[in-house]
């Protein structure tokens, strides 16, 4: 029971790598203190709950969400678990002074498998718009290649089979204070002026490491 | 084609059936400006830009939406149709002075079916605080029996087979503004407060005269 209560701590709420109002003027404190300590917290704390006791209880967030996405047919623990991860890893995709364009082998990537990076920032943004209802829009990368993938609710490119290197978040509570029903603003005020290039470059190194 | 721009004129944009300040202080006038006057709004606009020239041109909503359910598969228009119609019944779905419990025959058709009314009352307020993402919950009418539905995105009971009779929108975007995360203290505000059951009865007798 010990060791069951330490690992179940793994299930953190990890706070963003930055203070809850580095982001503004693009993305308010307000926004965060709702959208990372009310519902990315609730996720964390109902994910604990769920697993107390069952065969889930201590394993990885990356086990638990590959096993109980069930191809689509969702088991309960999915929606809290995969939700969790998102949340985390959407944080450390954004970073104050963020956004623009990358540069070096990513910028050389972006450009070999989209053309430009124009064309990728169109791409992706038309994915992050039209991701209809609740969901987020994803850089993603598998067999060498980098695309842009959309996903509904909770799902992530972790259950695609594809290794995630950025994420933007467009259920609404992510933008709604902020922006309201103009989600093609929030968007282009995240592709800008938030995207951490820096994490989504480390993100793909370690890609290319486990692909190889 | 002007028997066409006429019929294209059904697909209105028709205000709710009390002005945009009647529900405060349960739902703020700032809630219906966005709600109504941008949300709805686009979807009404983007229907009529996406039927036009098509053979669904014209084409009552219901009609559209029964088309282009697809068994699930849903077909482009689908999505802007079937919003347009939740958010037109869901403003009148409310009042303002509405909510608490209803008498007479609707009374005894919900403690006929769910017991009571405190049960109807805790099994909607669970489909509204469980349907994940974004959606709608539902009182729906089928084989002379009243149920409690809850659905994702754009779906409504009207491709499930059964008669719409009340709904709450439970897409971020209706309560964010007024109760942030707190779904379930909106969803207890709609019930206590908006629902209006004069509109409920009047679904229920046509539903049950088109049953007949």
Do not use: C
């Amino acid at each position: 029971m010990a060791a069951s209560a330490a690992v179940t701590a793994n299930y953190v709420l990890k706070p963003p790598p930055y203070p809850l109002d580095a982001l503004e003027p693009h993305m308010s404190k307000q926004t965060l203190e709702f959208h990372w300590g009310k519902h990315h917290r609730a996720y964390v704390d109902n994910l604990k709950k769920q697993v107390l006791g069952s065969e889930l209880e201590g394993k990885p967030l990356e086990h638990i969400i590959q096993n109980s996405y069930n191809n689509g047919d969702l088991l309960p623990p999915f929606n809290n678990a995969a939700q969790a991860w998102n949340h985390e890893f959407f944080w450390e995709s954004m970073k104050p002074g963020g956004g623009g364009k990358p540069s070096g082998e990513l910028l050389a990537l972006l450009e070999r498998d989209f053309t430009s990076y124009e064309k990728f920032y169109d791409e992706f943004n038309a994915a992050a718009a039209t991701q209809f209802g609740a969901g987020w829009a994803w850089l993603a990368y598998a067999d060498n290649k980098l695309k842009v993938v959309k996903t509904p609710n909770a799902v992530n490119p972790l259950v695609l089979g594809s290794f995630p290197l950025l994420t933007i978040d467009v259920w609404e509570h992510a933008y709604y204070l902020d922006f309201q029903n103009r989600r093609p603003d929030y968007i282009k005020t995240f592709m800008n002026n938030l995207v951490s290039w820096e994490a989504v470059s480390s993100r793909l190194e370690a890609a290319k490491a486990a692909s190889a």
